[in-house]
């Protein structure tokens, strides 16, 4: 059996955590802990036994490694939220830029007194690129302060309605944020400095591997937009030729508009596709094995591993990330610039708002809210905070659903056909991971836990690895199996090690399944 050991606010995650009582070291592989210290728990556990190990700070400075029982400890507060915080900052200056670009071009092409709208759009571009050097102070400016100076910058967009109206809830979004963060008691987050030099070895450096696919990433997206390109000329031709009523079109503009969305389509589909964990553990399992250290197979194995790590995967999807952005881009200014240049009666109104639907116009907006939602969740720490990630990132969810929907005739034609795929897959990834691999979903993190009986990367039941800089190796087997009091903790009572921890049971080869009343 496999279960996670409890924390009275959530799982045990990696982390700094603070001692709520002293603790007296009894053996070699042990630390003592005074009330107050803090400690770093760098492994997560996934075991029954009250005892964690972790890195904590000398008085002369060295680094000290042992164990300490789990109920001994409370997590600290390390700038999560603020982290968050950071990001919609990050991602309310882009958006904010953007949206009074086109309330200013969207005035001057539109409005026969475009006086005041022009002046906003220009007035949201300056305020919303300020945000950059209120970005760069952020340590020492209170999370209020920044809501007050985003507020600020949304003000432009929100009197630019109606193009305006979607950035400006982007800012308020981002300022909501902050005021969280103002009422947490949440520390500071200091981003990391950028550095370029990093960025550019780390794409010289890269593995063949890595450069064959990025070379086949490009070249999938340029013939896919190719095909778009073909399809929107054909619709462009179909509107303008119609029987009834007429619509014209710029041919190239509305051609480029296509040829971006169905770049958007194809890369949200390799998404979803790269997302099913149960067929990346059957193409693991494929190469599992004892190969010879020299044999062609021992280095597949050990790159196919490489490739569906999980940091890996965070890497892919977030390359993806940055490519459907770049795409999403190109696709509204194009289709703005097909909206410019439909005829004085701008017969792009006339095809997708007079109708009565104007699907695409406000189906839009809210993906441009979505967007911004879902790229502030990459700000997220996955491991210290999965259920508040989980929930943000289900916007990933409200996007696929407004995108079906993101059409002239409401239903957009082409995208259910992209998503039926991903979601057949879906479906049998699923039958995969809950009959061949026996997972279960431990609802406490929203994490997918695989049973005992079969492990990819030991290929064998238990034997937790937690050598942390060279210091011990733990051996689930053979090494600190304990037995514990039968008395059970008591939240409410002292810390008495003579009843929590009994020194002559401590290390007894056999284990009881015996829970502590909190920790379960």
């Known amino acids: 059996m496999s279960a996670n050991l409890q924390l009275d606010n959530g799982p045990l995650v990696p982390g700094k955590y603070i001692a709520v009582a002293a603790f007296n070291a009894t053996e070699d592989t042990q630390v003592s802990l005074t009330e107050g210290q803090t400690v770093t728990v760098s492994v997560k556990v996934k075991e029954e036994r009250g005892w964690v190990y972790v890195e904590r700070t000398a008085i002369n400075g060295q680094k000290e490694f042992g164990y300490v029982p789990l109920n001994y400890l409370k997590k600290a507060a390390e700038g999560d939220l603020d982290r968050w915080a ?20 969207y005035a001057s092409a539109e409005k026969l007194n475009p006086d005041l709208d022009i002046a906003m759009g220009a007035m949201g571009i300056i305020f919303s690129s300020l ?20 507020m600020a910058a ?5 009197i630019g309605f109606p193009i305006g109206l979607w950035g400006a809830i982007v800012l308020f979004m981002a300022a909501g944020v902050e005021l969280m963060v103002w009422q947490s008691d949440d520390t500071k987050y ?25 070379v086949f990433w490009i070249a999938a997206n340029i013939g896919i937009f190719i095909w778009g390109l073909e399809y929107g000329k054909n619709r462009q031709q179909e509107w303008a030729s119609q029987e009834g009523e007429q619509y014209i079109l710029g041919e190239d503009e509305w051609s480029f508009t296509q040829g971006m969305a169905q770049c958007i389509m194809f890369q949200l589909a390799m998404m979803l596709i790269l997302a099913l964990q149960g067929f990346q553990w059957v193409i693991t399992a494929l190469f599992n094995g004892n190969h010879d250290r020299n044999s062609f197979m021992f280095k597949m194995q050990a790159a196919v591993s490489s490739a569906f790590s999980r940091d890996s995967m965070i890497s892919v999807h977030r390359f993806i990330a940055f490519s459907l952005l770049i795409c999403s881009t190109f696709h509204v200014m194009g289709a703005f610039t097909a909206f410019e240049n439909s005829g004085p009666t701008k017969d792009f109104d006339r095809l997708f708002e007079e109708s009565g639907k104007g699907s695409p116009t406000y189906t839009g907006g809210v993906l441009v809210v979505l967007i911004a939602v879902i790229m502030s969740s990459a700000y997220i720490d996955y491991e210290r905070r999965r259920a508040h990630f989980a929930y943000v990132h289900m916007a990933a969810v409200a996007f696929i659903l407004v995108l079906v929907l993101h059409g002239k005739d409401v239903f957009a034609p082409n995208v259910w056909k992209w998503l039926l795929g991903p979601f057949l897959l ?7 991971r809950y009959g061949v691999f026996g997972v279960r979903q431990v609802e406490e993190d929203g994490a997918y836990v695989q049973q005992d009986q079969y492990d990819f990367n030991t290929q064998q039941q238990g034997n937790y690895d937690y050598n942390q800089q060279g210091q011990q190796q733990y051996d689930q087997n053979a090494e600190y199996n304990q037995q514990y009091s039968n008395q059970q903790y008591d939240p409410n009572a002292q ?12 290390y007894d080869a056999q284990y009881n399944q015996q829970q502590y009343n909190n920790g379960y």
Do not use: W
């Open 86 to 105: 950071y990001g919609c900052e990050v991602v309310a200056c882009f958006i904010g830029v953007f949206s009074g670009m086109f309330v200013l071009l």
């Open 426 to 432: 879906f479906l049998l990834d699923k039958a995969f």
């Open 154 to 158: 949304a003000i432009p967009s929100l």
């Open 131 to 150: 945000l950059m050097i209120m970005i760069f102070f952020r340590k020492s400016i209170e999370p209020h302060y920044r809501a007050g100076c985003i």
């Open 495 to 506: 810390y008495d090690q003579n009843a929590q921890y009994d020194q002559n049971a401590q």
């Open 190 to 214: 200091t981003p990391p400095p950028m550095d370029f030099s990093k960025m550019i070895e780390g794409i010289f450096s890269s593995s063949f591997v890595a450069i064959f696919f990025f």
